[in-house]
């Protein structure tokens, strides 16, 4: 798996952060949590925001190259793997979540990888980027019939019940808006998650693209574009909003990661 940069980690958090606080609360509204795991957790963002809301037992796992010295929750509780082998903590847990990393591992890993998250736990909060949506180093985009297909495989379905709440909030990056889905073990439809089964799509039917016509527009100019160019388009924006006049990603008021081809991880 390629190796992350500081300032990729640096990117990643600025939207992060803002984004965890307006999910988190949402999804623990809907769903009993004590415990949760997070694979491509990055410096861990998204569990520091679980913290804050009184969840103690986090654990995050990515990849080695992860500066232990950022990270925004205890040391002791991120762990180094490989996510493009199979991992087995030894436990579950009430979630377990994987935002905007599963295009970052290659094809073949992607069954792997599901493996490994329905493994850990029930309930799933996931998004992966789309075809076109860009990034840096994507290796997998894919549409989200793709993975439904994956989850549906072990047991799993699919509940869009995030994406409605999350249309209008701005404070919430574009891929995670448009991405966000909760993927539960089908049994728990029957009894713990029941007053969620409405929000089922059913395996028959297409999951809804519900990004705006112009953010659609954009995905499909990215997919005409060879992968090294649009990586090297993502890391020069990057670059160029870290810099003293770009005020940090997503942090301008015109929200430009709707525009731009840069992409969660």
């Not at 803002?18 to 999804?27: G, W």
């Not at 415990?35 to 569990?47: I, K």
């Not at 160019?229 to 006049?245: D, F, H, N, Q, Y």
């Amino acid at each position: 798996m390629y190796a992350y940069s500081p300032g990729f980690f640096d990117h990643v958090d600025d939207g992060a952060a803002a984004s965890a606080a307006a999910v988190v609360p949402l999804v623990r509204r809907l769903v009993p949590v004590t415990s949760v795991v997070d694979f491509g957790c990055g410096r861990g963002a998204w569990l520091a925001a679980w913290r804050g809301l009184g969840v103690t037992d986090v654990t995050g796992v990515d990849g080695d190259y992860v500066d232990r010295a950022s990270l925004l929750i205890d040391p002791a509780a991120f762990m180094a793997r490989d996510l493009t082998a199979p991992v087995a903590l030894g436990r579950t847990f009430d979630l377990v979540q994987s935002l905007e990393v599963a295009e970052h591992l290659p094809a073949s890993a992607a069954d792997r990888f599901v493996d490994t998250l329905v493994r850990h736990g029930p309930v799933v909060l996931f998004s992966a980027a789309v075809p076109g949506q860009g990034g840096e180093h994507h290796q997998n985009e894919q549409p989200y019939g793709y993975w439904r297909g994956r989850f549906r495989a072990r047991g799993y379905v699919v509940l869009d019940v995030l994406r409605p709440h999350l249309a209008g909030d701005r404070s919430v990056m574009p891929w995670y808006r448009y991405n966000l889905l909760l993927y539960v073990d089908r049994s728990l439809l029957a009894d713990t998650l029941a007053g969620l089964a409405r929000f089922r799509i059913g395996d028959a039917a297409p999951i809804p693209d519900v990004s705006p016509f112009p953010y659609r527009l954009r995905k499909a100019c990215l997919r005409r574009l060879p992968p090294g160019l649009v990586t090297w388009i993502a890391i020069r924006k990057r670059m160029l909003r870290s810099g003293p006049a770009g005020g940090g990603a997503g942090r301008d008021g015109i929200e430009p990661p709707d525009h731009t081809t840069g992409g969660e991880r």
